[in-house]
C-alpha cells in the first residue's frame, strides 16, 4: 500500500515539476476573466499573483501599446496602455489592431507550408518555376524562406526608382529588379542576410500558384480557421473604417511624430498584416496543435537553417521564425519594426510561456519581453515548489501504516 501511495505522488510530482510541451496546446483558450478552478493549470490565485508583477512589470517600463501573457492555453495578463491616436488622445484598447511588421512573415511561411502540404510545391525547387520572368535562376523556395537568397532590400530600390506617391504592389517589386537588373549579394545558399525582399517574392509566389490574391488566402487558409476575426492584411478601406485605428509614431527627440502611409505599404509577407492580441494567440494554439499545418512542417519552421558552403554553418532562423537561447530560455519568435509600429510574437517552450506586444511608439521590446518572460518563470516555479511542499508535508504527517504483525 505504501509503495502505491508512493507511486501516485512520484506521478503528481513529475506533472506538476514538468509542463507539457509546445506541440501539446489545446485550442480552447482560458482567458483570466472565465477562470474555473476545475479546467486552470494554475489557480485564480496564482494566476493573480503573477498577473500582478506582470502588470507592474509593464507599468514601470512605460509600455505604451497591449499585451498578453499566457501560460500554455491560459491568458494571465491582458494589458492596454497609451493612445492609439496622440493628436485626438485616444486611448489604446485590448483588442486594438496594430501593424505586425515583420511578425507578417510568420503568416508567409505557413502559407508556403501550406501550399506545399498541397503538393504544389516543394522548398528546394527554383523560383522560376513559378515565377518564370523571375530573374535569379539559382534562388529556391528554401532561399526566400531563410533569408539566404542574396536579395537585396527592395525598399531601397523604391526609393530610388519609384518617382510618385502611389501604392506599390508585390508585382511592381519583381519588375523593379527585373527592370533594373539588380544582382544578388552573394552566392545563394552561402550566407544568412535577413531580406524583406525573398519575403516579397514568397507573398507573390502564392499568388502565383494558388491563383488567388494573399490576402484571400490567408484569410480562407490561416485567418479564418483560426478564428482570427479582426485580422487582415493592409487595406485602406478597412483602416479608415475602423472605430479605434491605431497610429504610428517615431521619435523627434523627446516628442513623438506620426508616420504617413508611404508606397511601401501595400507590399504585403515581410510586413503590413494587422492584428491584436488575442488574434495572434489564437493563432499560436491553433498552429501549435497542428490545425493549420501538420507537426512534420511545424517542425520544419522551428529547425535551424544552415549555409550551404565550404564553411557552412548554422542559424537561428527556420521558416519564419527564429531561435534563440537566452538566459536560461529556449525562445521560438518573431519581432517586429516598421513606422512606429513594433512587434513580438514569442513563445518559451521549456515552460510554454507566450508574451505577445503590440506597439505604436517604435519601442525596443526584446527586453520588456525578456522581463516579463523570466518574471513567469519564477512564479511558475515558486507555484510548483509550494505545491511539491504542500504534498510532501501532507504526506509526511500522514499516520504510516501499523506494520506490527500479531500471531
Given at each position: 500500500?505504501?509503495?502505491?501511495?508512493?507511486?501516485?505522488?512520484?506521478?503528481?510530482?513529475?506533472?506538476?515539476?514538468?509542463p507539457i510541451g509546445i506541440g501539446m496546446?489545446?485550442?480552447?483558450?482560458?482567458?483570466?476573466?472565465?477562470?474555473?478552478?476545475?479546467?486552470?493549470?494554475?489557480?485564480?490565485?496564482?494566476?493573480?499573483?503573477?498577473?500582478?508583477?506582470?502588470?507592474?512589470?509593464?507599468?514601470?517600463?512605460?509600455?505604451?501599446?497591449?499585451?498578453?501573457?499566457?501560460?500554455?492555453?491560459?491568458?494571465?495578463?491582458?494589458?492596454?496602455?497609451?493612445?492609439?491616436?496622440?493628436?485626438?488622445?485616444?486611448?489604446?484598447?485590448?483588442?486594438?489592431?496594430?501593424?505586425?511588421?515583420?511578425?507578417?512573415?510568420?503568416?508567409?511561411?505557413?502559407?508556403?507550408?501550406?501550399?506545399?502540404?498541397?503538393?504544389?510545391?516543394?522548398?528546394?525547387?527554383?523560383?522560376?518555376?513559378?515565377?518564370?520572368?523571375?530573374?535569379?535562376?539559382?534562388?529556391?523556395?528554401?532561399?526566400?524562406?531563410?533569408?539566404?537568397?542574396?536579395?537585396?532590400?527592395?525598399?531601397?530600390?523604391?526609393?530610388?526608382?519609384?518617382?510618385?506617391?502611389?501604392?506599390?504592389?508585390?508585382?511592381?517589386?519583381?519588375?523593379?529588379?527585373?527592370?533594373?537588373?539588380?544582382?544578388?549579394?552573394?552566392?545563394?545558399?552561402?550566407?544568412?542576410?535577413?531580406?524583406?525582399?525573398?519575403?516579397?517574392?514568397?507573398?507573390?509566389?502564392?499568388?502565383?500558384?494558388?491563383?488567388?490574391?494573399?490576402?484571400?488566402?490567408?484569410?480562407?487558409?490561416?485567418?479564418?480557421?483560426?478564428?482570427?476575426?479582426?485580422?487582415?492584411?493592409?487595406?485602406?478601406?478597412?483602416?479608415?473604417?475602423?472605430?479605434?485605428?491605431?497610429?504610428?509614431?517615431?521619435?523627434?527627440?523627446?516628442?513623438?511624430?506620426?508616420?504617413?502611409?508611404?508606397?511601401?505599404?501595400?507590399?504585403?509577407?515581410?510586413?503590413?498584416?494587422?492584428?491584436?492580441?488575442?488574434?495572434?494567440?489564437?493563432?499560436?494554439?491553433?498552429?501549435?496543435?497542428?490545425?493549420?499545418?501538420?507537426?512534420?512542417?511545424?517542425?520544419?519552421?522551428?529547425?535551424?537553417?544552415?549555409?550551404?558552403?565550404?564553411?557552412?554553418?548554422?542559424?537561428?532562423?527556420?521558416?519564419?521564425?527564429?531561435?534563440?537561447?537566452?538566459?536560461?530560455?529556449?525562445?521560438?519568435?518573431?519581432?517586429?519594426?516598421?513606422?512606429?509600429?513594433?512587434?513580438?510574437?514569442?513563445?518559451?517552450?521549456?515552460?510554454?510561456?507566450?508574451?505577445?506586444?503590440?506597439?505604436?511608439?517604435a519601442a525596443t521590446i526584446s527586453g520588456?519581453?525578456?522581463?516579463?518572460?523570466?518574471?513567469?518563470?519564477?512564479?511558475?516555479?515558486?507555484?510548483?515548489?509550494?505545491?511539491?511542499?504542500?504534498?510532501?508535508?501532507?504526506?509526511?504527517?500522514?499516520?504510516?501504516?501499523?506494520?506490527?504483525?500479531?500471531?
Open positions: 500500500m505504501r509503495i502505491f501511495k508512493f507511486f501516485l505522488f512520484f506521478v503528481t510530482l513529475l506533472l506538476v515539476a514538468f496546446a489545446d485550442t480552447s483558450v482560458i482567458s483570466k476573466d472565465t477562470l474555473d478552478e476545475n479546467n486552470a493549470y494554475i489557480s485564480a490565485e496564482h494566476a493573480e499573483r503573477i498577473n500582478n508583477l506582470l502588470q507592474d512589470r509593464l507599468i514601470k517600463s512605460g509600455f505604451k501599446g497591449t499585451a498578453l501573457v499566457a501560460y500554455k492555453d491560459q491568458i494571465i495578463t491582458e494589458y492596454a496602455n497609451g493612445y492609439s491616436d496622440y493628436s485626438e488622445k485616444k486611448l489604446i484598447k485590448e483588442n486594438s489592431s496594430f501593424q505586425l511588421a515583420s511578425v507578417s512573415k510568420s503568416f508567409t511561411a505557413t502559407a508556403i507550408m501550406i501550399i506545399h502540404e498541397q503538393g504544389h510545391l516543394k522548398y528546394d525547387d527554383k523560383v522560376v518555376q513559378y515565377i518564370p520572368e523571375f530573374p535569379y535562376e539559382k534562388i529556391t523556395i528554401r532561399h526566400l524562406l531563410q533569408h539566404t537568397s542574396g536579395l537585396p532590400n527592395y525598399m531601397y530600390l523604391v526609393d530610388q526608382y519609384w518617382k510618385n506617391d502611389s501604392l506599390i504592389s508585390n508585382e511592381d517589386v519583381l519588375d523593379l529588379l527585373i527592370e533594373h537588373q539588380v544582382k544578388t549579394n552573394y552566392v545563394p545558399g552561402s550566407r544568412f542576410v535577413y531580406s524583406n525582399t525573398g519575403y516579397a517574392m514568397l507573398a507573390l509566389l502564392v499568388e502565383r500558384v494558388s491563383h488567388q490574391s494573399f490576402s484571400s488566402f490567408l484569410s480562407q487558409y490561416i485567418f479564418e480557421p483560426a478564428q482570427m476575426n479582426s485580422t487582415f492584411t493592409y487595406n485602406k478601406n478597412i483602416l479608415d473604417t475602423l472605430d479605434n485605428r491605431v497610429l504610428g509614431y517615431g521619435r523627434s527627440g523627446k516628442r513623438l511624430r506620426q508616420y504617413e502611409y508611404e508606397p511601401n505599404d501595400l507590399v504585403l509577407g515581410d510586413k503590413s498584416v494587422f492584428s491584436n492580441v488575442y488574434d495572434l494567440f489564437n493563432y499560436l494554439q491553433y498552429l501549435n496543435s497542428y490545425k493549420i499545418v501538420s507537426e512534420e512542417s511545424l517542425a520544419q519552421a522551428y529547425t535551424r537553417g544552415t549555409t550551404v558552403s565550404k564553411k557552412s554553418r548554422d542559424f537561428d532562423y527556420g521558416f519564419g521564425w527564429r531561435m534563440r537561447d537566452e538566459e536560461g530560455m529556449n525562445l521560438i519568435y518573431h519581432n517586429g519594426l516598421w513606422h512606429g509600429f513594433s512587434s513580438t510574437l514569442t513563445r518559451e517552450i521549456n515552460n510554454d510561456i507566450t508574451v505577445i506586444l503590440l506597439s505604436n511608439t520588456i519581453r525578456n522581463e516579463l518572460l523570466q518574471i513567469s518563470i519564477n512564479e511558475l516555479q515558486k507555484i510548483s515548489l509550494e505545491k511539491m511542499a504542500s504534498k510532501t508535508g501532507v504526506l509526511a504527517r500522514t499516520k504510516p501504516e501499523n506494520t506490527t504483525h500479531k500471531f
